[in-house]
């Protein structure tokens, strides 16, 4: 066990952004810790976002108050979390806001340097330090709109710099996942990596297969499902990491135009799913053992089948993905022989089965990249859905091109 360096005198300041931007129910939690006489900040991910004109994702706050004393002063909360404990305050069946006690420096690390236990309360300044890039450690003080800053985060925001807090192998060792978190930070915020992550990233991206492959699912979605997915793909790609993610994933244009594809329907507030993404991302894995399996099994469905079980258990050892969506990753796959076919029969039940939309989507991003033949196919199933009846889009298909 060791004792983290602490830090001291931190730098106070006075800072101007749109308050509309704080959620109401952060601001209440906050001022009700603050009236029972406790210390209490905004903290994290949610400052660094405000100070940048962001809209902050979720809302951390930071007390000295211990959680069965914060437990008090909310009807609607919790306590949760048997290691080290903190609160969740209820608003709705969906949203709560997470209230941490200070935790101090001390962790209990494993062999391997991978951090074990970290449950002891502390100070703030001990609590800064537990933290992983110095833009993720300021805390705002709602009363008298001022950050407090113990190690530079102000500083990083304005050079727009990533800096980690302490020494980066260690660091990276303690929790590999920090690395994963740099690059995506680094994407969305669009900052520059210190040398030190990047060089220290080159050297312990291997750490990565010791996380739980359940950890690395809800990173996964954090990582992708977002306005800028590709451009952490290309990231992940270019520090060596997505092979610890994905190791049967090669990139090419489907990929490219999927993620792209994602942002946008983010951007339109359109919903997505990672099954989508997963489906998109083990496709030409899927296919490549599909064509080794096909020469020894005459049935299409059951090499497809064995291909899809195969692909998916080697991904699920990186990364886990749940029952109901390795179900519609292999159906969105064992679709798309069903669409390329066009069966005029087969229409009017491929329309209204429930998977239709999504491995419709898929083929005709497949045909906007790696498979250009498929476009009439795709064009097919466009028209299918708005009233053609099968019989029209043949003959049109029949019918020799207009000049
Ligand atoms: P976002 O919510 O936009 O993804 P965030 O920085 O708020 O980014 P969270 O995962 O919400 O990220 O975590 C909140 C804060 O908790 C971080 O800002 C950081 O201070 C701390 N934190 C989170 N994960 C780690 C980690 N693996 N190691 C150290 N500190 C962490
Ligand atoms: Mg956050």
Request: proline content about 4%; some cysteine.
């Amino acid at each position: 066990m060791f004792r983290r360096k602490k830090s001291s005198n931190p730098v106070r300041k006075k800072v101007n952004f749109d308050k509309r931007l704080i959620d109401r129910d952060a601001l209440k939690v906050v001022q009700t810790i603050a009236k029972a006489g406790f210390e209490v900040y905004l903290v994290g991910g949610c400052v660094r976002d405000l100070l940048l004109d962001l809209k902050p994702k979720d809302f951390d706050i930071a007390t000295n108050a211990k959680p069965e004393q914060v437990n008090k002063l909310f009807k609607r909360s919790r306590l949760i979390g048997r290691r080290f404990r903190l609160v969740h305050v209820m608003f709705s069946a969906r949203k709560y806001l997470e209230v941490a006690t200070f935790r101090s420096g001390q962790v209990k690390t494993a062999k391997s340097g991978v951090i074990v236990r970290d449950n002891c309360y502390g100070k703030i300044e001990e609590d800064v330090v537990r933290r992983d890039f110095r833009v993720n450690a300021l805390y705002y003080d709602v009363r008298t709109e001022e950050v407090i800053d113990y190690i530079g985060g102000l500083e990083d925001i304005d050079s727009r710099q990533i800096h980690i807090i302490g020494e980066p192998l260690v660091r990276f060792e303690e929790d590999p996942v920090r690395m994963i978190r740099a690059v995506r930070f680094q994407t969305k915020l669009n900052f520059e990596l210190s040398n030190e992550i990047k060089l220290s990233i080159y050297q312990q991206a291997p750490l990565l297969s010791n996380i739980s492959p359940a950890r690395l699912y809800e990173e996964c979605i954090k990582l992708f499902h977002n306005e800028y997915g590709f451009k952490v793909y290309e990231r992940l790609e270019k520090y060596d990491l997505l092979k610890h993610l994905f190791k049967q994933t090669r990139k090419n244009d489907f990929i490219k135009i999927a993620l792209n594809n994602t942002s946008n329907r983010i951007k339109r507030n359109k919903p997505v799913t990672p099954a989508f993404l997963f489906a998109v991302f083990l496709w030409q894995a899927q296919n490549e053992r599909y064509q080794l399996i096909k020469q020894k099994q005459r049935s299409i469905y059951l090499a497809m089948s064995q291909a899809s079980e195969e692909v998916i258990i080697n991904q699920i050892k990186q990364v886990s993905l749940p029952r109901w969506l390795t179900a519609r990753i292999k159906e969105t796959w064992m679709a798309q022989t069903k669409l390329e076919k066009m069966q005029p029969k087969k229409v009017e039940d491929m329309l209204a089965s429930k998977d239709f939309r999504m491995a419709y989507n898929f083929l005709v991003l497949r045909s906007q990249s790696i498979n250009p033949e498929l476009k009439p196919v795709a064009d097919f199933w466009t028209k299918a859905q708005v009233g053609y009846k099968p019989e029209d889009i043949y003959s049109e298909r029949r019918k020799p091109r207009s000049k």
